[in-house]
């Protein structure tokens, strides 16, 4: 019996992911959390692992680029129904992001799942 084959949650851009490891080189191992605060809270945020805490009610969405992504649960109820790609754009944006200090910033970018994708769902799992 073969292992089911998911529709993943989140994904990267090929910017995003040469940013990744341009950061992972200087940073160690990373992780993405997005949150629903004001501002940029709603925008990803990428931090060296250990330097934020995930809580108890974040879910993790799965991986990009080889780091763990979290939304925290209030925000997920917004967006569980769409497909999240994260990409990368000049311009400063606020918080303790690892690659404001390069003049840049990630950002979501999403599409609603297909019915296909919508059946095929990896689940999530609390942070």
């Known amino acids: 019996m073969s292992e089911k084959e998911y529709s ?8 995003a992911a040469k940013v990744i490891d341009q950061l992972r080189e200087k940073h160690g191992e990373l992780m993405f959390h997005q949150s629903g605060g004001c501002c940029d809270g709603s925008a990803p945020m990428c931090f060296a692992v250990g330097d934020f805490m995930v809580g108890s009610r974040d879910v993790k969405l799965g991986q990009v ?6 939304m925290a649960a209030d925000q997920f109820e917004f967006w569980q129904n769409t497909h999240l790609t994260i990409d990368v754009a000049e311009g ?10 390069l003049g840049l910033r990630f950002m979501t970018v999403s599409r609603l799942y297909t019915d296909e994708e919508l059946e095929n769902l990896r689940p999530v799992e609390q942070g």
């Not at 680029?65 to 979290?70: A, E, L, R, T, V």
């Not at 400063?92 to 200090?101: H, N, Q, T, V, Y």
């Open 92 to 101: 400063r944006g606020a918080g303790f992001s690892l690659e404001i200090p």
């Open 8 to 15: 993943e949650r989140v994904d990267v851009t090929e910017a």
């Open 65 to 70: 680029h080889g780091c763990d992504f979290y």
